[in-house]
């Protein structure tokens, strides 16, 4: 089976191919082919799978090109997780938003509308390469505004692209662990778009253990999401927000923290994997340990400014192990295999929100199997979720809308309708600031 990685050259490629090195099943991956534009990168990624590889037994062959239709051809699955614009494009969406006094975060607000602006027309233009090149292949989307992005590629893929993410399973996984239960055998009530949900129930052997944690303070500030967001205001809430519903709740504060820190995130992760590419370039050097104190690093720094500014110290150990790679392992394994399990996913709502069109992606549990992702009929969101939700949504399709006619007055509008931007004239204000620093943004006229 041939699994084909876009953005092959990217950081986080080694959890992926470590994933598929602990599947010894029948029908696994066999060939990963990467793809990147940076030949660069790919060399050095390379070297960090090999390193991973040379102890195993049959592990899956790796090949590396920059041309995509030859990495398509003959996909089964496409793994994207591409960068458009790279890190240092991360790094001016943030700056420019805060210099106009808003969040620049890469998936929420002012910077996830200029990533989806900059991203979509190429997640089109693969999607339509993969329905003429690999039209039997099942797309696993990662790259970010992963909602979005998702949503974008299925008006050409239809339910044949599936979009996931860490933060649920994590969210999920750390729930579980601070009621004492098993996270393999807990349903988790969850539903929303991506980074925009909210677990609202976990039940193990069927009963409901969430009240309970909502009512132990102790309990409830034990773990992540209990020190970011605090106490009462979870109680108050009656449900566990995913960590990205910290730019909303505490926006001003994040803000705030965003504009005081030494640099940006994408700044940092520039920096850093700027040296980790440097280093792992070098002759003699053992790019797999180089690669882990880098990946060590990362995920100890993650959200670091939104936990500060809540008093929450630093990051368990628990949590610095990443996610997102067995999630699309078990993706491809339920597909491939019809090894039914249930996943949080990104899919088409079809008929679960009632408040959403059917071809809007949402963020919700599935029963997945040979014959793809099936979302799980949920109960009706509270009023307060439902109007977060549907306004963002409305702000995912004016970004779709202007990649999709050019039209620079409605990407202003897609930066105007979002909650976290509270003027029109800031809206034109950044139009203004992305178009001039983002090459990619130029087709908007």
């Not at 599947?23 to 660069?40: F, M, P």
């Not at 566990?240 to 965003?258: G, K, S, T, W």
Request: charged share 25%.
């Amino acid at each position: 089976m041939k699994l084909t990685i876009l953005g092959g050259g990217g950081f986080r490629v080694p959890l992926v191919y470590g994933a598929l090195l602990g599947d010894r099943g029948e029908g696994r991956v066999s060939e990963v082919v990467l793809h990147d534009l940076d030949a660069g990168r790919l060399s050095a990624v390379t070297r960090v799978l090999a390193e991973q590889a040379a102890r195993v037994e049959d592990a899956p062959r790796v090949s590396a090109t920059t041309d995509l239709d030859e990495a398509l051809r003959g996909a089964d699955f496409v793994f994207s997780a591409i960068r458009v614009g790279g890190l240092e494009g991360r790094a001016d969406d943030e700056r420019v938003a805060l210099a106009e006094g808003v969040l620049g975060q890469e998936t929420v607000g002012a910077g996830g509308i200029a990533y989806g602006l900059r991203t979509v027309p190429v997640a089109v233009d693969i999607a339509r390469r993969v329905a003429r090149l690999a039209p039997d292949a099942w797309v696993i989307n990662f790259t970010n505004p992963a909602g979005l992005v998702t949503e974008a590629m299925s008006r050409h893929l239809g339910d044949r692209v599936i979009g996931i993410c860490d933060s649920p399973v994590g969210l999920g996984r750390r729930i579980a662990r601070v009621l004492g239960a098993d996270p393999n055998e807990a349903w988790i009530d969850y539903v929303g778009l991506n980074h925009l949900g909210w677990v609202r129930g976990l039940k193990i052997a069927g009963r409901d253990e969430l009240p309970r944690l909502l009512a132990d303070p102790d309990l409830l500030g034990s773990f992540e999401e209990g020190k970011l967001f605090g106490v009462d205001w979870l109680q108050s809430l009656g449900a566990i927000p995913n960590e990205y519903l910290h730019y909303y709740y505490f926006n001003r504060e994040a803000v705030r923290a965003y504009q005081q820190a030494e640099k940006t995130r994408g700044a940092f992760l520039a920096d850093q994997q700027g040296r980790f590419y440097d280093e792992v370039g070098a002759p003699g050097v053992k790019a797999l340990d180089v690669w882990d104190r880098t990946r060590a690093e990362r995920e100890a720094t993650y959200m670091s400014e939104n936990r500060e500014t809540a008093g929450a110290g630093e990051r368990d150990a628990d949590d610095l192990s990443g996610g997102y790679e067995k999630v699309a392992l078990a993706l491809m394994r339920a597909i491939a295999r019809d090894e039914r399990t249930t996943l949080i996913l990104n899919v088409r709502n079809q008929n679960t929100l009632s408040v959403l069109d059917h071809d809007a992606v949402i963020e919700v549990p599935c029963l997945v199997d040979a014959n793809g992702a099936h979302p799980v009929s949920v109960a009706p969101l509270p009023d307060h979720a439902t109007g977060l939700v549907c306004s963002v949504k409305a702000v995912e399709r004016e970004v779709l809308a202007a990649a999709e006619s050019a039209s620079r007055a409605t990407a202003v509008k897609a930066f105007a309708l979002h909650p976290l931007v509270d003027s029109v004239n800031v809206a034109r204000k950044l139009v203004e600031g992305y178009t001039s620093v983002h090459p990619g943004l130029a087709y908007l006229k």
